[in-house]
């Protein structure tokens, strides 16, 4: 701890016994981005885990919209603020409006992009950005919350416990292109893409 520090050291277990797995997040023995805070009297633990603030403040008016998601594409920063996609210059300190979108009231706005569209979702239509048209993708219409691409294809959960499946290169889905988790009777809430695989998750 350097001097004059107004943070002292406490020697906490939080990571367990060290051991090695091939999957990288299992294996991390590391907390990053959040300091320990030692609670008080009877807990149910005696440490917390708090996370750190940003590293610099970016933004001030604190009047405007929360932010719901932001993604980098083309090596611009974008995020969704209230329902209006913003695009930041390359030092954060200023951004342009892009649009509006459309968003389920609870819902954060999840991104993906195939190098050429960027995809936005949150619950409502999908939208598609190529880096100067904000357009609706018309072809979705089950208020998709996830959006994920692999192997040229874009990946969409539906309301009504589907995945749908772009067209190669493509922000056409087709009605016939969608699959369904059947190994459990609640329909899948979501799907998640990780190493080559899709992992579908239900209720």
């Known amino acids: 701890m350097p001097a004059g520090s107004p943070y002292r050291t ?3 277990n939080i990571s367990g016994p060290s051991y090695s797995s091939r ?3 299992i294996s991390s023995q590391r ?3 959040m300091y320990p805070d030692v609670v008080s009297g009877d807990g149910i633990s005696p440490i917390v ?3 750190w603030p940003g590293l610099a403040l970016r933004d001030t008016n604190f009047s405007s919209p929360a932010i719901i ?3 980098v594409f083309k090596g611009v920063f974008y995020a969704v603020s209230g329902v209006t996609l913003r695009k930041y210059s390359s030092d954060l300190s200023s951004y342009e409006e892009v649009g509006d979108i459309t968003k389920a009231s609870i819902a954060k706005a999840q991104m993906s992009d195939n190098g050429e569209v960027m995809l ?3 619950g409502a239509d999908a939208w598609q950005y190529d880096g100067t048209t904000l357009s609706k993708v018309s072809s979705v219409d089950f208020n998709p919350t996830q959006v994920q691409f692999l192997n040229e294809r874009f990946y969409l959960n539906g309301d009504d416990g589907g995945i749908s499946v772009s067209d190669v290169l493509s922000t056409n889905f087709d009605s016939a292109n969608v699959f369904y988790a059947r190994s459990t009777p609640s329909p899948a809430a979501t799907h998640y893409i ?3 695989i899709i992992y579908v998750f239900d209720e």
Request: with cysteine; hydrophobic share 40%; aromatic share 10%.
């Open 194 to 196: 990780f190493n080559q």
């Open 10 to 12: 406490v020697q906490i």
């Open 69 to 71: 998601g932001c993604y």
């Open 23 to 25: 999957t990288r997040p």
């Open 120 to 122: 936005i979702v949150a």
């Open 49 to 51: 885990m708090h996370s």
């Open 31 to 33: 907390s990053l981005n």
